[in-house]
Every structure is written in structure tokens, then in C-alpha cells.
């Protein structure tokens, strides 16, 4: 068997300017996490890189507002991109930022060998000036009136009342943001990267990717169409990377030229820390090795032509110096994603509207996340996020189906065998699993290699499925009692898809596949099992250690408190085991007859009241629960309610829960009154 090619996976570089979002977990980060770990599992060499954009104006101006230097958020920002990112199990190499002295470095030997082969020209234009602070100012440090609807605060790149893009000239009575001088109009000269150059190689090039998604394709071919134009990447400003030639102190090459060169520069920093400088080249020079980038749909022609414009000049550059013995790679894959909407909007940092990777970390366990926005990828339309719709699919689907199978299996045997029985003369039906195995391991690998991962996991997910059918079809709760040996035997193959099902999923659920691993006793890192082992015979005879609860069913009433601005911290514990609550425990419960005093609505959440309760003995209870959908005020209010009072308070969005209610939940209805009987007392305890 030939061994497979090398790997480069290049993920887009979020901006340094504030939280990871849902909107980039789905857009261009679990897919690549998803795509490398299964590069890993088959043995290629795999290189996965990305890090920090740290430069620009809106870092500029975020720093200001926040007091700080841009130096200062954008190290604040990259150390918690790192932090969410481990957390949520994408696993780089490499995750670096723009601000590193390799990259400038870099950067602007690009610079130089495409300014010497001519393919960055200087040209004239006009800037704002600020006399007062005798400096060019970014558009966004200009402030006027709009000359489109008259807002008096519009900025000098856009107008946030109308939201038409504007120019600083455009603007009636502009002032400069720092200091509120007029500013002036005065020339400046900045560098033109010459794109229509490289049009006919670009043309070239692209002729063979027929395979690539799409909308990736189209995006770039209406780019071509529309013709390419020469593009400034300098900027008057004090913040990024500056430019390698005396008299342009005042200048930066500006964050689009740059940025995308992260790629490269990440992989050179990455051999360097590993002892080996010359590394990156077996990513970058040999023919053999893919190159993937993973990415937005608003960043394809950044990728598709711009990135492997830059490449083409550069190599050409350090070819005829011979300073390399062939070209860079070009990109061999663009999968780019559409976006991910929240209920039906596009996310937006501007108007509030998202998820931040850090709050919904500290509330749900991290597989969850990854499995719905792994079954719900916007690969080739939008997708949207909906609270009661992940609610839906973890309960119904990842505990329901995936969770479900593995237990079962993994409990039953533990609790008749202790070990995984012998696989005794199967029956023909017994070794169809295998069969099973083989067809899903063949088209989840398929199905990831096109970067169609939506696909993938369904297809693992039918293998759980079937797992369930097999169970119920083989019915070992009987069969043990009639035929201990078939039983062991069944449930040998039983496990044999167990631990399938942890090796083909690792790629998805990588901190389950890792718990569902040692639940079977298998030492080591799922991670870094071989595909191809789903199909290796477990061992009989091995000791089975009690099995580790895979996932909680998610309590619907949690999304009262879902968007909590909480601070990141480790991730939810995989809870206990479904429903089996020990009788002491229970015993161990207070509850108590309350009676409602008063009913107001969570200042805070839209889903939650803070109800105070009588108690009994002159004592009263503040609550809060999530019963907004559920009561109105009235239908509560004086009414009698069972409520458990020795918990420990909660903080719940800023208000203090002092109990709990207690009721009947079957994710739709929700009730909590007690039946009204006269003479029911408050405070008599409920057995
Ligand atoms: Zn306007
Ligand atoms: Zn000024």
C-alpha cells in the first residue's frame, strides 16, 4: 500500500478583536479539526495551522475604547482564541498570531520580491490628514454628516443609520475622531499590488478544479469575470506590519496582504519550534503533499486568487534567485462555508446577535456543540442555529441513538461477563456487523475526503442505529439466561461495533470516542488509533471497566439561562448516568408545601420569573425558574407549589434561586401547582 500524501490544512485566521463566535466554529473551524483528525487516524502527515489577524484599524480603535494598546487586546484575544479552541477540542499544531517577528520577517521579504519583480507599483492618491495631529487618518477615525440621509455621526468608511459604504471625502462636515479638527485632503502614495498580472496564470490554474464546491468556484469565476484590479496594501497607520524601505516610517502594509501569508509563515515557525527549520518544506515544496483551506464564503477570493497570486510572484521571485528548487504549492482545495445563522439572523458582532464560543463552552459539554453544527454544517447553504432544534438532536439523536447503543452494550456485558466475552461460532446475522462496519468505515472516509462531513456523520450515525436494531434483535436479556456462550457471542460483536463506532466518530466527538475507548479497556488515545482498527478484533477476555456515562440529556429548562454571559471556564463534566438516582439521594431531598407570594419577570432573561415562596414557619424563598412560557403571573400567583429547600443557592443570571421547583416535565408541558386541596399547609413536608 502506498503510503498517503501529506496534509497542509490552512484555516482562515479569526480577527483578534474579540470572542470566537458560533459563526466561526462552524464556518471555518470544526470542518478542518474534523478533516485533520481523520487525516491522522489514516496515517498521512498532517500539518494544521492558523492563529491570530492581529492588525488593522478596528483593533486600533477597539484598543482605544477599551484603554488599552493594540498590543495588549490583541495578546488578550489570541490567549482566549487558544484557550476556546483547546476546549473545544481543535486540536492545531500550530495556532500563532500575525504579531509574530517571523511573520513580519516574512512579510516583507514578499514584499520585497514582489516589488522587484514589479509587482507592487506606487501610486498617488488622496488621504485625510489631521493638521492638528499631523497624521493620515484611517477612514474610521473621520466623522461627519452622511450625504445620503443626513446622520450627523456617520463614519468615513460607512454610514451606520443608512449603511451605505462611504469614503472620508464623501463625508459634509468631517472631523477628525481624536481630536475634532478639521481635516484636510493632502496626497499620499501607497503600494498597488498588480493582480490583472497574474490573470492568465491565475486562468490556468484554476482550470482543473472542477471538483472544488460550487460556490467556491462561482464566487472566483465572478471575480474573473468582473476583472481583476490592481489593489492597495498600504495604509496610512501606525499599527501593523511596517514597511521594508526608509521614508515609509509612517506607513503599514495593510492586513489583507499580510494576513494570508499566516499560512506559510505559521508552518515556518512551526518547524523552528520543533528543531527542524527546513520542515515546512514538505508541505510547501513537495508535489506530493495537498494543501486545504478552510474558510467563510466572504473570504473565498482571498484564497482563490489573490493568496495564489501572491504565491505565484513569490516563487517566481525566489526561483530565478535560486533560492528554492521548485514552486510553492498552490492551494488543492478552497471547501469554503456558507454562513450560519441564530434563529434565522446573521450573526453580527456590531448588532449583538451570536453565540460566544467561551459563554456556550461553559455550559454545555464540548461534543455537543460539535455534533450539531457537524449535523447541521452549512456546506452548501446557510444553516441555522436553533436552541430547541440542538436540543432536538442531542437528546433525540446523540443520547437517543449514538449514546444509547454504547451503554447498553457496554453495561449489559459489564454486568453479565465483567469482560468481553468470547466470539463463539457466530451466526451469519452475527457477522453482518461486520459487514456494517466495513460499508460505513469505506463511506464516512469517502465522504470526509470530499470534505462532505454532514454526510460523514450521518452515515456513522445509521451505524449506531443499526446498532440498536441488532440489540433488540438479539435481545441478550433473554438470550443469557437460554445460551450464555451465544449471548457472549452476540455481545462480542456487539462490542466489536462499539468500538467502531469510537474510532469512526473520534473525528466528530473526539472527547466521547475517548471516554467510550477506555470504557472498552483499549489503552492509549482513540486519536491516535488507526481507521482502520474498527474492523481488528477486540480482545476476549479483556475486563471491562465500569462504563462512563457518554452524554446528559439536556434539560430544556437549561435554555432559560443559555445566553449567561459567564465567564469561560472548563467544560461540563458528562453528568451521571441516565435517570438512576440512588433512593438515599432522593431521601436526601427537602421538599417542602410553598405558597407563591409574588411573581415578577426576570429582569435579565425573557424565559424566567423570580418568584418569592412562603415556606412555612415565617420563612420566605426567593426563586427563580424558567416557567415564563409555561404560567402566566396570575395562574401562579397565591397558589401552592412543591419546592425542594435544602439546595445550596444559585446564582442564576444575576439573581439569587434559593430552591427549586419541583414538577412534571415532559419537554412540552411543564407543570408545578399542587393539587388545591383545603387545609393543605405551607411548609408540611412532602414524602
Ligand atoms: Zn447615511
Ligand atoms: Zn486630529
Redesign the pocket.
Known amino acids: 500500500m502506498s503510503k498517503p500524501e501529506p496534509i497542509l490544512v490552512c484555516v482562515a485566521w479569526p480577527y483578534a478583536n474579540g470572542s470566537l463566535h458560533l459563526g466561526h466554529v462552524a464556518g471555518s473551524l470544526l470542518p478542518p479539526d474534523i478533516f485533520a483528525r481523520y487525516h491522522r487516524m489514516k496515517g498521512s502527515k498532517v500539518l494544521m495551522v492558523s492563529g491570530s489577524d492581529c492588525h488593522g484599524t478596528p483593533i486600533m480603535v477597539q484598543a482605544e475604547k477599551a484603554g488599552i494598546t493594540p498590543a495588549q487586546l490583541v495578546e488578550k484575544f489570541n490567549a482566549e482564541h487558544k484557550q476556546s479552541l483547546q476546549q473545544l477540542g481543535v486540536q492545531f499544531d500550530l495556532f500563532t498570531a500575525t504579531s509574530t517577528e517571523n511573520h513580519k520577517k516574512w512579510v516583507q521579504d514578499i514584499f520585497t520580491v514582489h516589488k522587484k519583480l514589479g509587482y507592487l507599483v506606487e501610486r498617488e492618491g488622496k488621504g485625510t490628514y489631521c493638521p492638528k495631529d499631523k497624521r493620515f487618518l484611517p477612514d474610521r477615525y473621520v466623522e461627519g454628516t ?6 450627523r455621526q ?1 463614519r468615513g468608511d460607512q ?6 459604504t ?1 469614503d472620508p471625502i464623501d463625508l459634509k462636515n468631517p472631523k477628525c475622531k481624536t481630536c475634532g479638527a478639521t481635516p484636510e485632503t493632502r496626497p499620499t502614495k501607497h503600494f498597488y499590488f498588480t493582480l490583472p498580472k497574474f490573470e492568465p496564470r491565475l486562468k490556468e490554474w484554476l482550470k482543473d478544479k472542477a471538483y472544488w464546491r460550487p460556490n467556491t468556484i462561482n464566487f472566483t469565476n465572478n471575480w474573473l469575470k468582473e476583472g481583476l484590479q490592481d489593489r492597495a496594501i498600504t495604509r496610512d497607520l501606525s499599527w501593523g506590519i511596517p514597511i521594508p524601505l526608509a521614508g515609509y516610517e509612517d506607513k503599514r502594509i495593510y492586513v489583507w496582504y499580510e494576513a494570508v501569508c499566516g499560512y506559510l509563515t505559521a508552518s515556518v515557525e512551526w518547524a523552528q519550534a520543533h528543531g527542524k527549520p527546513d520542515a515546512w518544506k514538505d508541505w510547501w515544496l513537495n508535489p506530493d503533499t495537498k494543501s486545504f483551506y478552510f474558510l467563510g464564503k466572504d473570504n473565498i477570493p482571498f484564497h482563490t486568487i489573490i493568496w495564489p497570486a501572491m504565491l505565484m510572484g513569490y516563487s517566481e521571485g525566489l526561483l530565478k534567485e535560486k533560492k528554492l528548487p521548485r514552486a510553492l504549492n498552490l492551494p488543492y482545495n478552497v471547501p469554503a462555508n456558507e454562513f450560519l445563522t441564530l434563529s434565522g439572523q446573521q450573526f453580527s458582532k456590531s448588532r449583538g446577535i451570536g453565540i460566544q464560543l467561551p459563554d456556550i463552552l461553559s455550559k454545555f459539554d464540548p461534543d455537543t456543540i460539535r455534533y450539531y453544527l457537524s449535523a447541521n454544517m452549512p456546506e452548501d447553504k446557510d444553516a441555522d442555529w436553533s436552541w430547541d432544534d440542538f436540543v432536538a438532536k442531542i437528546n433525540d439523536e446523540l443520547v437517543g441513538i449514538y449514546g444509547n447503543y454504547v451503554h447498553r452494550v457496554l453495561s449489559f456485558t459489564q454486568n453479565h461477563y465483567g469482560v468481553i466475552p468470547d466470539r463463539d461460532a457466530p451466526t451469519t446475522r452475527q457477522l453482518e456487523v461486520l459487514d456494517k462496519i466495513r460499508e460505513t468505515a469505506g463511506y464516512a472516509a469517502q465522504f470526509i475526503e470530499l470534505c462532505e462531513f454532514k454526510k460523514a456523520l450521518r452515515q456513522v450515525m445509521a451505524l449506531a442505529q443499526y446498532g440498536n436494531k441488532y440489540v433488540d434483535d438479539m435481545a441478550p436479556w433473554a438470550l443469557v439466561k437460554k445460551d450464555r456462550k451465544a449471548c457472549g457471542t452476540a455481545l462480542n460483536l456487539g462490542l466489536q461495533l462499539v468500538k467502531a463506532l469510537a474510532i469512526l466518530m473520534q473525528p466528530f466527538l473526539p472527547f466521547a470516542a475517548q471516554r467510550i475507548w477506555e470504557s472498552l479497556g483499549e489503552p492509549g488515545k482513540v486519536a491516535e488509533a488507526s481507521w482502520e482498527t474498527a474492523l481488528e478484533d477486540i480482545p476476549a477476555g479483556r475486563k471491562l471497566p465500569v462504563p462512563k456515562i457518554l452524554f446528559e440529556k439536556i434539560d430544556p429548562a437549561r435554555l432559560a439561562e443559555k445566553p449567561a454571559a459567564a465567564a469561560p471556564t472548563a467544560p461540563t463534566p458528562a453528568a451521571k448516568p441516565n435517570n438512576v438516582v440512588p433512593f438515599e439521594d432522593f431521601q436526601k431531598l427537602d421538599l417542602r408545601v410553598g405558597k407563591v407570594l409574588s411573581v415578577e419577570p426576570h429582569p435579565k432573561a425573557d424565559k424566567l420569573y423570580v418568584l418569592k415562596v412562603d415556606i412555612g414557619n415565617g420563612e420566605t424563598r426567593q426563586l427563580v425558574a424558567g416557567m415564563r412560557a409555561h404560567y402566566k403571573a396570575e395562574e401562579l400567583l397565591g397558589k401552592h407549589v412543591a419546592l425542594i429547600v435544602n439546595l445550596a443557592p444559585a446564582n442564576i443570571r444575576g439573581v439569587e434561586s434559593q430552591g427549586m421547583l419541583f414538577g412534571a416535565d415532559d419537554g412540552s408541558v411543564v407543570s408545578v401547582l399542587l393539587p388545591d386541596k383545603p387545609g393543605l399547609k405551607v411548609g408540611a413536608k412532602i414524602r
Not at 146 to 151: E, S, W
Open positions: 452622511c450625504p445620503h440621509c443626513a446622520n456617520a454610514c451606520d443609520k443608512c449603511g451605505k462611504l
